[in-house]
């Protein structure tokens, strides 16, 4: 690789890394202020874990060898991997280096599901849901869409078929959130909801949160091209412009339904159109991105009703933001996708003359995910819960995470009631 | 000796603090409360969703005062805190049996 990019997948990867305390931070504000910590550290546990599950098999298991469906043992414990041309993937420790951007999309990935489980679920069974679900879920789920590309060449079963997916619109959004969706079904309500509310306990931690997700953005999305090149550049105008988008669709709605332009709604928006850009920031040129953006907005806005219908209750909609706003990107490329513009060869969308081929080709790749990690998330979930159990007492519950999960509190303001016991 | 208690709006404790003391009073205490009355709570949207608060942020402000000092000292406070809008709270005098100042061991009006 040219030093040029080298050092921009560097910095893309360490703003990968931010956006999971910054995703900490959106959902904690949400959180009741009995529950932020126990929030924050379902994220960082994700920080702790799947580093250390991704080097040991995950990576290798995403992306090695040149199967359809999974990849092989060949770089478990990173062996082979070096910094010279010599070896493996030689390239001056290219492989390395895409171990480590790639470690921190399968950080951020079991974290999104946080959102739908916070306020009830026990830390343990969170602690060991990660890293299986890492394995089990996310590492086919990758192999499937991106297998080979590290290799001689695209493999993975849904890749070769044609679908597109440049930086993990179905892979990390609509794969999480629809985990998140089988996460609620089995863990079951909140006491209480929907009958009593559960208001933010902190905005200005929501809106610090969303500014730190879309800085780290432009990692995700522009670092995914792998260099510094023409197609980071446009990967970084569409993060721009999606993001805005959304925010803007989000708030007008809000203003226009509900009577004011509040900040959540423009926090949401903001997220849903990072994330319906995600899919085909590579792929879509021109005033598309607006469009994706404004979509999200619009339609996201009104799916996290959804659960009241569906009565599942995802805390901080997850399926709502990100597995609805995921899918919307995703099936979008059917229609925008733009091949002349990057003077590459992919499938063209609907709109650009290439016909219903991509477009149902994002819907097969779509559809295939959702099936299989909803099952298999699920039966992951309802293993954790024969063996050690998933939710907390109700009296835990009640007296919040924070203090039941970690024995600490996020805000202790007066000094009269601590001592030292 | 009587204890004057006042559940005020917020923004009106510098206005009430100021009367107090124009009235003669030398000292008081206050707290952050939360309650409603009449007014009821309000309603605060989230995501399209609308959450009834109940409880809205008060201050309790307590002084202790002579007998024959009562009437102005309830004056003041209504006087001040009063914004002709629901919501602005309530006074009320209590009757206190004893009053010791800590540091000196006065009681009774000496300790006020």
């Known amino acids: 690789m040219e030093a040029g990019g080298i050092a921009w997948v560097l910095v893309s990867s360490a703003l990968v890394l931010f956006m999971t305390p910054g995703l900490a931070l959106f959902y904690g504000g949400m959180d009741r202020s009995r529950n932020v910590l126990n929030m924050f550290m379902m994220n960082f546990w994700c920080l702790l874990i799947v580093p250390i599950v991704w080097v040991i098999a995950g990576f290798s298991l995403a992306y090695s060898g040149s199967g359809s469906f999974i990849g092989n043992l060949d770089w478990t414990l990173l062996s082979g991997l070096g910094i010279d041309a010599a070896d493996a993937g030689g390239d001056g420790g290219k492989l390395i280096l895409a171990a480590i951007f790639l470690g921190m999309f399968a950080v951020i990935t079991p974290a999104l599901i946080s959102g739908a489980v916070a306020d009830r679920m026990k830390f343990p069974a969170w602690a060991v849901f990660v890293p299986a679900w890492i394995l089990l879920v996310y590492c086919p789920v990758s192999f499937w869409i991106y297998g080979g590309v590290w290799g001689d060449g695209l493999t993975g079963w849904l890749g070769v078929r044609g679908s597109l997916d440049f930086a993990g619109g179905t892979v990390i959004h609509v794969n999480a959130g629809i985990a998140a969706l089988a996460a609620v079904l089995i863990l079951g309500k909140r006491t209480g909801w929907p009958k009593e509310g559960h208001p933010p306990h902190s905005m200005p931690l929501v809106m610090l949160g969303t500014g730190i997700l879309w800085f780290g953005w432009f990692g995700f999305n522009a670092g995914s091209a792998f260099a510094a090149n023409g197609v980071a550049i446009q990967a970084f105008m569409n993060t721009f412009l999606a993001a805005a988008a959304g925010g803007l669709a989000w708030g007008i709605v809000e203003r226009i339904r509900d009577g004011h332009f509040t900040n959540l709604g423009v926090a949401s928006g903001i997220v849903s159109g990072l994330v319906a850009i995600t899919p085909g920031a590579g792929y879509v040129s021109g005033m598309s991105p607006i469009w994706i953006g404004l979509a999200a907005g619009v339609l996201c806005s009104f799916a996290v009703r959804l659960k009241f219908a569906g009565k599942f209750d995802d805390s901080l909609d997850v399926v709502g933001v990100h597995f609805i706003g995921g899918l919307i990107g995703s099936l979008l490329i059917g229609l925008f996708a733009d091949p002349g513009f990057f003077g590459a060869e992919f499938g063209a969308g609907l709109l650009n003359g290439g016909g219903a081929t991509l477009l149902i080709e994002q819907i097969v790749a779509n559809a295939v995910t959702i099936v299989y990690s909803f099952i298999v998330t699920g039966l992951i979930l309802l293993a954790i819960k024969a063996v050690i159990g998933i939710r907390v007492s109700e009296e835990d519950e009640e007296s919040g995470l924070d203090l039941t999960q970690h024995a600490e509190s996020a805000y202790n303001i007066g000094e009269v009631t601590m001592g030292r016991g | ?112």
């Open chain 2, 1 to 112: 000796m009587k204890l004057v208690t006042a559940v005020i709006k917020p923004f009106k404790v510098d206005d009430v603090k100021e009367a107090l003391k124009a009235a003669g009073v030398t000292g008081m205490t206050i707290t952050e409360v939360k309650g409603f009355g009449r007014q009821g709570g309000h309603t605060e949207t989230y995501r399209g969703t609308e959450y009834q608060v109940d409880f809205l942020p008060k201050v309790k402000v307590e002084a202790i005062v002579d007998d024959d000092a009562v009437g102005g000292v309830v004056d003041a406070i209504a006087g001040a805190a009063n914004t002709d809008k629901i919501g602005d709270g309530k006074v009320w005098v209590t009757t206190v049996d004893n009053l010791v100042r800590i540091r000196t061991g006065e009681t009774g009006s000496a300790a006020i």
